[in-house]
């Protein structure tokens, strides 16, 4: 059994950080429908990203503040990952996804001035990150139903980034290598802020 059920509180010496292989993984489908023990770890997880949003629970359990978190992250072998997060309009999302698949994209792409951070990296990254415009996800959500999301902006970038956590893919490989702040040529992109 795994320990994260609906009791534990995650804290950041859970979270794996880079270097470990896990995090470079293409991590394994999970079981349709799903297991309790897989929706408890879900649940934990979502409820971790709530915590590290809410400053007196995060000073209290010394937590950095995320808006996403995938399995491999806490040492899971399995597609799936939570967010919790207010996207540019104000309106609040909250995931529990598994086995998600981008079925379809823009051709448009954004990027967060600011680049990108993860609880995986206790390092600052400067750099562009080119993400998506928007995209289209296919997922099994936490009642065990599939569901298609249209995300786009801040909300498609934090799908991005988890997704490509369950493929092995850290933010900064979408870096330019020669030049951290060159954006892709030929293509519309935009900064979200
Ligand atoms: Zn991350």
Partial sequence: MSKFNEEYIITMKDIVRE???ILRQVTEDVSVPPTSEDLDTLK???Q??????????AAKYKLRS????????????KKMFAAYFHDEKG???????????????????IYITNGEGCLS???????????YERIKVKAIDM???EVSLKL?????IVAQHEIDHLNGIMFYDHINKQNPFKLPENVEINSLF
């Fill in 19 to 21: 270097g470990d292989p």
């Fill in 44 to 46: 934990c997880m979502l």
């Fill in 48 to 57: 971790f990203l709530k915590n590290s949003q809410n400053p007196e629970i």
């Fill in 66 to 77: 995320g808006v996403g978190l995938s399995a491999n992250q806490i040492g899971i072998n």
């Fill in 91 to 109: 309106n609040l999302h909250e995931y529990g996804l598994m086995n998600p698949k981008i079925i379809s994209h823009s051709v448009s792409m």
């Fill in 121 to 131: 990296v206790d390092r600052d990254v400067p750099g562009y990150v080119p993400r």
């Fill in 143 to 145: 009642t065990g139903k």
């Fill in 152 to 156: 786009s902006g801040f909300a498609a």
